[in-house]
């Protein structure tokens, strides 16, 4: 079964820094998901990305995708306390059909002021 | 954008009891609906995947006698926690498979069982 791991585990910056969140699969790919969450709230969907090599950006967060499309990074530029909460990768097999989304273990962010 | 409307948002009940968890999908058709559970400071597990109109499939561990789920209809499938125990407490959230930008979440359900 495809796994995902994520790292850091835990990250506490300054708000101003900048910082990136690892995401690796066991497999390859088919879509990868990042969400950010604040406990026991629903998920906010950041991005996705199917296609190797592919880059996305909103506002202060940008998500790549490797070429063989097994990793995955969430990079924040210039963090503000509002980007503080656990960060979530997810991913799916599916290429014709919705699949069921298997979640790395999630990044706790905390952003000091 | 789609909406999954996920009701209700807090339930405490007492041992032994019952407790049914909806999930809407307010402006698409659902075929499929994944149901997750968290517990503190964990990442979402996945529980069982629905598919409208037919039996759910659930994820090795999960009893699908204590957790039944129910999908008759393209817009609403249900989580029922049966015969509910303290170790039942827990954070529950659906999903519906895919809208071309993710999948759209569910606001959760946190469980407490007294």
């Known amino acids: 079964s495809q796994e995902l791991e994520q790292s850091p585990q835990s990250l506490i910056v300054q708000e101003g820094k900048n910082l990136t969140i690892n995401c690796t699969s066991s497999k390859t790919l088919y879509g990868l998901y990042w969400y950010k969450q604040k406990y026991g709230e629903g998920l906010i969907f950041l991005m996705m990305l199917q296609k190797g090599g592919e880059e996305k950006s909103h506002e202060k967060i940008t998500a790549k995708l490797d070429e063989k499309k097994q990793q995955s990074s969430l990079h924040i530029t210039a963090s503000q306390p509002s980007h503080a909460g656990i960060y979530l990768c997810g991913a799916d097999n599916a290429k014709t059909s919705y699949d069921k989304v298997i979640f790395g273990p999630g990044t706790s962010l905390s952003v000091i002021p | ?114």
């Not at chain 2, 339930?11 to 075929?31: H, M, N, P, W, Y």
């Not at chain 2, 037919?54 to 999960?62: C, D, H, I, R």
């Not at chain 2, 999948?103 to 069982?113: H, I, N, P």
């Open chain 2, 1 to 114: 954008g789609a909406v999954v409307s996920q009701h209700p948002s807090r339930v405490i009940c007492k041992s032994g009891t019952s407790v049914k968890i909806e999930c809407r999908s307010l402006d698409f058709q659902a075929t499929t609906m994944f149901w997750y559970r968290q517990f503190p400071k964990k990442s979402l597990m996945l529980m069982a995947t629905s598919n409208e109109g037919s039996k759910a499939t659930y994820e090795q561990g999960v009893e699908k006698d204590k957790f039944l789920i129910n999908h008759a209809s393209l817009t609403l499938s249900t989580l029922t926690v049966t015969s509910a125990h303290p170790e039942d407490s827990s954070f529950y959230i659906c999903s519906a498979g895919g809208q071309g930008y993710g999948y759209t979440f569910g606001s959760g359900t946190r469980l407490t069982v007294v």
